[in-house]
């Protein structure tokens, strides 16, 4: 059963760059069937899809993230990492990493982590 | 990019009845790429639905999907108690894939 777990600061000062890493057991990232993304939902909101990585470093984000959001996969290392730059009180939200199928389904999922913007 | 349209926002019912919660989409899902989330406080977002109508593993089969083209319906058949929960639409269909505004759930 994969298994994954997201890491970094809780707390981001505005304009600076949020960082996280999720690590991945259970299962190899290495598998052409999955990628592994960001979603993130900001206290008492919806959910927003971020960015997706396939383990061949291929990634898609979001058109109204693109500009900010950076991705990379570390297969050896059993990780995948985002980087969010620029950063405002609107990025403040709960952050889950996922797996994700072939398709666009994300079935399993990491407990989250909230990260809070502000000086 | 397709805006997912959930209702009622919240939806409250006795224990074994059964309820029904709607997503609609602004232009048609491809394939019928619809899944469905459960998401209980303070925990990430489960899988349930699938290809409009398929069940994830492990999902009891009071969860149903139904739907095509722009209109899709989970329903959830016998509630209980702990079906209590906001639940979630996702298109993926169509870059960029996204998810619904959520509606609540309250069994009481």
């Known amino acids: ?119 | 990019e397709i805006v997912l349209t959930q209702s009622p926002g919240t939806l409250s019912l006795p224990p074994g009845e059964r309820a029904s919660l709607s997503c609609r989409a602004s232009q048609r899902v491809t394939s019928d790429y619809l899944a469905w989330y459960q998401q209980k406080p303070g925990q990430a977002p489960r899988l349930l639905i699938y290809g409009a109508s398929g069940r994830a593993t492990g999902i009891p089969d009071r969860f149903s999907g139904s739907g095509s083209g722009t209109d899709f319906t989970l329903t959830i058949s016998g509630l209980k108690p702990e079906d209590s929960a906001v639940y979630y639409c996702q298109q993926y269909g169509v870059p960029p894939h996204t998810f619904g505004q959520g509606a609540k759930l309250e069994i009481k």
């Open chain 1, 1 to 119: 059963q994969v298994q994954l777990q997201e890491s970094g600061p809780g707390l981001v000062k505005p304009s600076g760059t949020l960082s996280l890493t999720c690590s991945v057991s259970g299962g190899s990232m290495g598998s052409s069937s999955y990628y592994w993304g960001w979603i993130r939902q900001p206290p008492g909101k919806g959910l927003e899809w971020i960015a997706t990585i396939y383990y061949s470093g291929n990634a898609f984000h979001n058109p109204s993230l693109q500009s900010r959001v950076s991705i990379s996969v570390d297969t050896s290392n059993h990780q995948f990492s985002m980087k969010l730059t620029s950063v405002t009180a609107a990025d403040t939200a709960i952050y889950y990493c996922a797996r994700r199928d072939w398709v666009g389904i994300f079935d399993h999922w990491g407990q989250g982590v909230l990260v809070t913007v502000s000086s």
